[in-house]
């Protein structure tokens, strides 16, 4: 009896001063139940109803209307057409409450007209139905939707907007910056300041870097062309505290200095040299903001389309030649199919190198090739490309303290997002990622001692140059940190003491 009682609800309506009871089941639409006040109301079923509290709020026509009682009927009333356009009044102001509540939460720029269309289609929808008060809740349900929508886009729902992957027809001008003797030299050293230039002024240090290595000239790279791609690429980077367009021109700024330094156009062909830069400027492109181990402990697209096998990696390589399938996008145009095919093949393996998950692999067979390096060797070489793109995508610590540690905060604030969110839904947090385990020395002094130094000294037995450049500043921010922790650390227990 108790389950079948539970099924039913008893509502007390105040009709024309005397108590009507009225009981329905609690799987009835609000339409039978508004139905069913209008019998009880003597007025015809299709009359639109407004139901008030005791307090005279405004109560919604549904199985989950707030209980009363006997003594706290709810008044039922016909609606008139001047109700009606107050009701009307009511819900724009609903509505415009609920879009400016959107606006300050998440703050998408790209998202704003979409929402501005559904709340449209909303209020459309609803003038058409009579502004039936029951429509409300059908609009309060769409926009619940539509907010669970916008919150997964940053993570499963890439590239909808087909508008970053459709080239730019006019001839693009970003505007173009042009580039001092000063910091043309500044950009082939491992000690340039990545923080002082706006985009415009990154593209035409690219661009830049693309002529000056002969590529352009080499490869009948068409400049426009090559103007285009840059500005697709810098509009295919999401705006994440780490993984951003900033974070592109620093991993291809670092390759082309290492190019420079290592005098790498002497060992490698200029095809190699072109697949290195590609893969430098490509390889994180449309990065969420969450890493591999999120986006496969929550099961995300991207996971399930690439099987768990490095799916940020293979997404960043999907964008690029999604790019590239563009006609004036495709600095590649000059090349033959088989010649593509190399090329393509190139670039992938290289932007696959970049996780994380591989740096043991291919750091051990790098090590096994280093004392019998031969660059005629297609494996050794390849296997060198693939140590270099690691080192610039890491190289952070190879720069000035005032340079590197900037990244190291953005880096944290974007762990920190990933480790917020896994809390919130239940799954594995990394210790170096949560922020309640983690201080800025700790995060660094492992990852640069166990990491970084043994990778860098490792390419040093090839290019010795970049000791001095590269793996002396690596181990003065490794004793610099060390020495933070023990500042922290005596900091730490003199407040136990206290």
Not at 190 to 206: G, I, K, T, Y
Not at 249 to 270: A, D, G, N, R
Not at 282 to 294: K, S, V
């Amino acid at each position: 009896m108790g389950s079948a009682s539970s099924s039913y609800r008893v509502i007390y309506l105040d009709v024309e001063g005397r108590t009507q009871k009225v009981v329905f089941s609690r799987f009835c639409s609000p339409c039978d139940i508004k139905d069913l006040f209008c019998t009880a109301l003597g007025v015809p079923r299709n009359t639109n109803l407004s139901l008030l509290d005791s307090s005279g709020a405004m109560v919604s026509i549904d199985p989950t209307m707030p209980h009363n009682t006997e003594r706290s009927p709810y008044r039922v009333l016909p609606m008139t057409g001047g109700q009606l356009a107050d009701k009307e009044e009511l819900f724009q102001n609903v509505l415009t409450q609920v879009a400016e509540q959107f606006s300050r939460a998440f703050k998408i720029n790209e998202l704003k007209s979409e929402v501005t269309n559904r709340l449209a289609m909303l209020e459309k929808r609803v003038e058409l139905e009579g502004m039936k008060v029951v429509e409300i809740e059908k609009c309060r349900t769409d926009i619940k939707k539509l907010r669970v929508e916008m919150a997964s886009r940053n993570n499963s729902n890439f590239l909808e907007d087909t508008k970053k992957l459709t080239p730019r027809r006019d001839v693009p001008s970003y505007p173009k910056y042009m580039l001092s003797e000063q910091t043309i030299e500044a950009l082939k050293k491992p000690a340039f300041d990545v923080w002082l230039w706006e985009a415009n002024e990154m593209l035409s240090c690219l661009e830049h870097m693309y002529h000056d290595l002969g590529l352009v000239t080499d490869f009948n790279i068409n400049p426009i062309t090559l103007k285009r791609w840059l500005l697709s690429i810098h509009d295919n980077y999401k705006n994440n505290p780490f993984h951003n367009f900033r974070h592109c021109f620093c991993v291809t700024q670092m390759m082309y200095s290492m190019i420079c330094l290592c005098s790498l156009q002497e060992k490698f062909t200029q095809v190699d040299i072109l697949i290195l830069m590609t893969a430098a400027v490509c390889h994180d492109l449309d990065h969420p903001g969450f890493n591999n181990t999120y986006q496969i402990n929550a099961r995300t697209e991207l996971a399930v389309r690439y099987n768990d096998i490095s799916p940020l990696e293979n997404h960043h390589c999907a964008v690029a030649f999604q790019i590239f399938s563009q006609p004036d996008c495709n600095i590649f145009s000059s090349f033959d199919p088989e010649a593509f095919k190399q090329l393509r093949q190139g670039t992938i393996t290289l932007i696959l190198a970049t996780d994380m998950a591989r740096h043991g692999e291919i750091l051990d067979s790098f090590k096994q090739k280093v004392d019998s390096f031969d660059f005629t060797d297609e494996e050794h070489a390849t296997c060198l490309k693939m140590v270099l793109i690691k080192c610039c995508d890491i190289s952070n610590e190879v720069r000035p303290m005032e340079v590197a540690e900037p990244w190291v905060d953005c880096l944290l604030e974007e762990y920190f997002m990933q480790s917020d969110r896994e809390k919130t839904e239940g799954l594995p947090v990394a210790p170096f990622m949560d922020r309640e385990r983690v201080t800025k020395p700790t995060a660094q002094i492992g990852f640069i001692k166990f990491v970084l130094i043994p990778m860098f000294e490792s390419v040093m037995k090839l290019f010795p140059q970049i000791e001095e450049a590269m793996v002396q500043p690596l181990r003065e921010s490794r004793d610099r940190y060390e020495e933070l922790k023990q500042i922290d650390d005596a900091m730490n227990e003199v407040g136990g003491l206290l």
